[in-house]
T-cell receptor, first 113, second 114 residues
């Protein structure tokens, strides 16, 4: 089946620093999604990407859909303490695979004030 | 407010007991999903349903059962056959069975063994 490799597994950064994380796949997707999960809660959708090469921003967050359709990255600029959480990528290949998403294992972000 | 409601937030199971986790959505979504999340790990798919009265096994269905009698409801039963049920359970739904729309999640149920 499809697998996603998400890296890094964890990050410890100082407040104000920029963050970059990425996901790679052995097969193509036609949708890439980025979620954030805070402790004890469900993942919340941050950014959805629908076209190869697409670059989308949501406040301090920027994500790109790789041109090969096999990768995506998420950048967070000028991190703040409330950015703490687990960030998941997910790939979808609609009209196949019963509309299921394939999830990465997450990047745990810790921000030191 | 439109959304996905999971209940209860915390649940405790005794040995040999079946327990049922509730998931209700008022988003009029066709597809619904159940995931299991263990500490420090990603999401593993238990069961999913693309339409009422139909559901499919995911990657880790053993010891679990579901039903989809109504579009808005997709309860998950953790049976006594599931020997390691302690985990965080997440329900999700999505508009369109095979669409490119993203899944949206509830706030989860944490299940523990007594």
């Amino acid at each position: 089946g499809q697998q996603l490799n998400q890296s890094p597994q964890s990050m410890f950064i100082q407040e104000g620093e920029d963050v970059s994380m990425n996901c790679t796949s052995s097969s193509i997707f036609n949708t890439w999604l980025w979620y954030k999960q805070e402790p004890g809660e469900g993942p919340v959708l941050l950014i959805a990407l629908y076209k190869a090469g697409e670059l989308t921003s949501n406040g301090r967050l920027t994500a790109q859909f790789g041109i090969t359709r096999k990768d995506s990255f998420l950048n967070i600029s000028a991190s703040i303490p409330s950015d703490v959480g687990i960030y998941f990528c997910a790939g979808q290949l609609y009209n196949t695979n019963a509309g299921k998403s394939t999830f990465g294992d997450g990047t745990t972000l810790t921000v030191k004030p | 407010d439109g959304g996905i409601t999971q209940s209860p937030k915390y649940l405790f199971r005794k040995e040999g007991q079946n327990v049922t986790l509730s998931c209700e959505q008022n988003l009029n979504h066709d597809a619904m999903y159940w995931y299991r999340q263990d500490p420090g790990q990603g999401l593993r798919l238990i069961y999913y349903s693309q339409i009422v009265n139909d559901f499919q096994k995911g990657d880790i269905a053993e010891g679990y059962s579901v039903s989809r009698e109504k579009k808005e409801s997709f309860p998950l039963t953790v049976t006594s056959a599931q020997k390691n049920p302690t985990a965080f359970y997440l329900c999700a739904s999505k508009d369109g069975r095979n669409s490119n729309q993203p899944q949206h999640f509830g706030d989860g149920t944490r299940l523990s063994i007594l």
